[in-house]
């Protein structure tokens, strides 16, 4: 048969899903999906959720934090390298105070809730007890640079086998978007209206960079999730904090520039811009220490807010 005798048959047969009725069944091995028309006939069926993409480990996929807040996406990086790594049923979580304690009950995960800035002292008593397990903080640059900065300098130079993930928006948002320590200079929070100023407020604590310098920090990175390139980097390095954990590799520590137009003063659409110009310029995004690579530091070069694969 030619081509154009097999184009001729193929117009006059009938198109098979044209001849399925909307209760016929469906074919075995296929999907179950709405059927998407381009005409401007009114649909003849209603349109129904195939999925919220929300990951396993996470009971309710909505949340009640603001638009265009960046923890949901952390946490979401969090949940998903704990499955990728078969840590389900060993993960123990340790939160501290701050929005973020939103998801505290609501992970498929064992999860403690610390007093403020006192998670990294909970997770090495966790630890501890229960080697076995993958122990790591969930904590806010509020609890853990204003309330707890002695907890994580000594639960790092101790070398405490456990992970410390620190997501760093600059401001105590539950608390009405206040300056931290980590505020950066030039930042308008709810007590610097004119933005932080070295001079009244003193400059911001680079947390990674600090914990660096400890000898018994064995993994230490610094990332974001402004956008896809980061959050997949980041990701990354939570991945790996995991792994020098589960290594017996000492202590690691992540953190994660995460976005707060609320407590930023600018609009939703503009606070991934916002993070890169402005925090991500004072708190540079890079990996700062992994001892169990030979090649050393590899952070992002100064000036950058990303680094090269």
Same mark, same amino acid.
């Given at each position: 048969?030619?081509?154009?005798?097999?184009?001729?048959?193929?117009?006059?047969?009938?198109?098979?899903?044209?001849?399925?009725?909307?209760?016929?069944?469906?074919?075995?091995?296929?999907?179950?999906?709405?059927?998407?028309?381009?005409?401007?006939?009114?649909?003849?069926?209603?349109?129904?959720?195939?999925?919220?993409?929300?990951?396993?480990?996470?009971?309710?996929?909505?949340?009640?934090?603001?638009?265009?807040?960046?923890?949901?996406?952390?946490?979401?990086?969090?949940?998903?390298?704990?499955?990728?790594?078969?840590?389900?049923?060993?993960?123990?979580?340790?939160?501290?105070?701050?929005?973020?304690?939103?998801?505290?009950?609501?992970?498929?995960?064992?999860?403690?809730? @610390?007093? *403020? !800035?006192?998670?990294?002292? /909970? +997770?090495?008593?966790?630890?501890?007890?229960?080697?076995? &397990?993958? #122990?790591?903080?969930?904590?806010?640059?509020?609890?853990?640079?204003?309330?707890?900065?002695?907890?994580?300098?000594?639960?790092?130079?101790?070398?405490?086998?456990?992970?410390?993930?620190?997501?760093?928006?600059?401001?105590?948002?539950?608390?009405?978007?206040?300056?931290?320590?980590?505020?950066?200079?030039?930042?308008?929070?709810?007590?610097?209206?004119?933005?932080?100023?070295? @001079?009244? *407020? !003193?400059?911001?604590?680079? /947390? +990674?960079?600090?914990?660096?310098?400890?000898?018994?920090? &064995?993994? #230490?990175?610094?990332?974001?999730?402004?956008?896809?390139?980061?959050?997949?980097?980041?990701?990354?390095?939570?991945?790996?904090?995991?792994?020098?954990?589960?290594?017996?590799?000492?202590?690691?520590?992540?953190?994660?520039?995460?976005?707060?137009?609320?407590?930023?003063?600018?609009?939703?659409?503009?606070?991934?811009?916002?993070?890169?110009?402005?925090?991500?310029?004072?708190?540079?995004?890079?990996?700062?220490?992994?001892?169990?690579?030979?090649?050393?530091?590899?952070?992002?070069?100064?000036?950058?807010?990303?680094?090269?694969?």
């Amino acid at each position: 048969m030619s081509a154009a005798e097999a184009k001729a048959v193929a117009e006059t047969e009938p198109d098979p899903e044209a001849r399925r009725t909307p209760d016929a069944p469906t074919p075995a091995g296929r999907r179950e999906l709405p059927i998407l028309t381009t005409t401007h006939q009114p649909p003849t069926c209603a349109a129904r959720l195939v999925h919220d993409f929300t990951p396993d480990l996470i009971d309710v996929g909505a949340h009640h934090l603001c638009p265009g807040c960046g923890e949901p996406i952390a946490m979401r990086s969090m949940v998903e390298q704990v499955a990728e790594l078969g840590q389900v049923t060993k993960a123990i979580a340790v939160f501290g105070i701050g929005c973020y304690t939103a998801y505290s009950n609501n992970l498929d995960i064992e999860v403690l809730q @610390a007093l *403020h !800035g006192r998670a990294p002292s /909970l +997770a090495t008593g966790v630890k501890r007890c229960r080697p076995d &397990t993958l #122990v790591f903080t969930v904590q806010g640059d509020g609890d853990m640079v204003n309330e707890g900065l002695q907890e994580v300098l000594h639960t790092a130079a101790r070398g405490e086998n456990v992970t410390c993930l620190m997501l760093n928006n600059g401001v105590f948002g539950e608390t009405g978007g206040h300056m931290t320590a980590a505020t950066v200079l030039g930042q308008r929070t709810k007590n610097t209206l004119d933005g932080r100023d070295a @001079a009244r *407020h !003193g400059h911001p604590i680079r /947390l +990674a960079n600090l914990i660096a310098e400890l000898d018994g920090a &064995t993994y #230490v990175a610094r990332g974001a999730v402004h956008d896809i390139v980061n959050i997949t980097r980041t990701t990354r390095m939570i991945r790996n904090a995991f792994r020098t954990q589960l290594r017996g590799g000492g202590f690691s520590f992540v953190e994660i520039l995460t976005m707060c137009p609320t407590g930023w003063f600018v609009d939703t659409a503009d606070a991934p811009a916002y993070l890169a110009s402005t925090h991500a310029a004072t708190h540079t995004l890079g990996v700062l220490k992994d001892t169990t690579h030979t090649s050393g530091s590899h952070a992002a070069p100064e000036g950058t807010t990303a680094w090269p694969t």
